[in-house]
């Protein structure tokens, strides 16, 4: 066992351990330590500020899920957009589950959209689920305010994929999207440009977020697709 092994099981939770497992249904529960969120966030803040991150980065694959949890954490935290981008290029295929995926979300992105597209236009048509979330993800997170193109649900509207959590990220996507645009979004659900299942849980998340008025949710339920 290595020091950021030892140092991860001594912030041990064995109850959120149990608890996060059941999260991550496809995560060998064997690999789960149980350390919680912000815990790992400081752990990766105090190792990006000693410079002691690039072996730990370095060394691919992680064994436990927490350590993949904790190299997201520590990229999130990385300042320099370049530097940034390679260990993320480099990391992406090691991600195997929902959460290390969402929980990446390098903040030096924001600063630098024009230059991240390129990236997410590669990533969006990866065989890589994870990729292929995180690069719908990075859409919703980055382009659904002033940056904001018809361009970019288009992107996300090609993508056919048979698995779920590239489906569910699809959906909850096209639901933040009418939240903020509602007015360019609604013709995607008007004319049912997703697949039955993707969106009819767009929907549903639509219709459960205080974003969307009375109004509008009531003319979405009208708008589900019949299986």
């Not at 690039?54 to 060394?59: M, R």
């Not at 649900?153 to 056919?160: C, D, F, G, K, S």
């Amino acid at each position: 066992m290595n020091k950021i092994q030892q140092e991860l099981f001594a912030l041990q939770d064995t109850a959120y351990r149990d608890f996060q497992s059941k999260l991550i249904p496809n995560v060998n529960p064997e690999t789960v330590i149980g350390v919680r969120t912000p815990e790992l966030r400081a752990f990766a803040k105090a190792l990006v500020k000693k410079g002691e991150e690039v072996e730990f980065l370095g060394a691919l694959p992680h064994q436990y899920f927490d350590e993949n949890q904790l190299h997201a954490f520590i990229l999130s935290e990385i300042k320099d957009y370049d530097r940034c981008m390679q260990e993320t290029e480099r990391f992406l295929p090691f991600i195997d589950n929902w959460a290390t995926c969402d929980q990446l979300s390098p903040k030096v992105f924001k600063k630098h959209r024009q230059k991240l597209l390129p990236h997410i236009e590669k990533w969006i048509t990866s065989e890589e689920v994870y990729t292929v979330r995180f690069a719908i993800g990075a859409l919703m997170r980055y382009f659904l305010d002033d940056d904001f193109d018809l361009a970019y649900p288009e992107l996300v509207a090609a993508v056919r994929s048979e698995e779920y959590y590239v489906n569910m990220m699809i959906a909850w996507y096209f639901a933040t999207a009418l939240a903020k645009q509602y007015e360019s979004i609604l013709p995607y659900f008007e004319t049912q440009r997703l697949d039955d299942w993707t969106h009819n849980k767009a929907i549903q998340k639509a219709v459960e977020s205080r974003r969307i008025t009375m109004q509008q949710k009531e003319y979405l339920k009208n708008l589900k697709a019949k299986r």
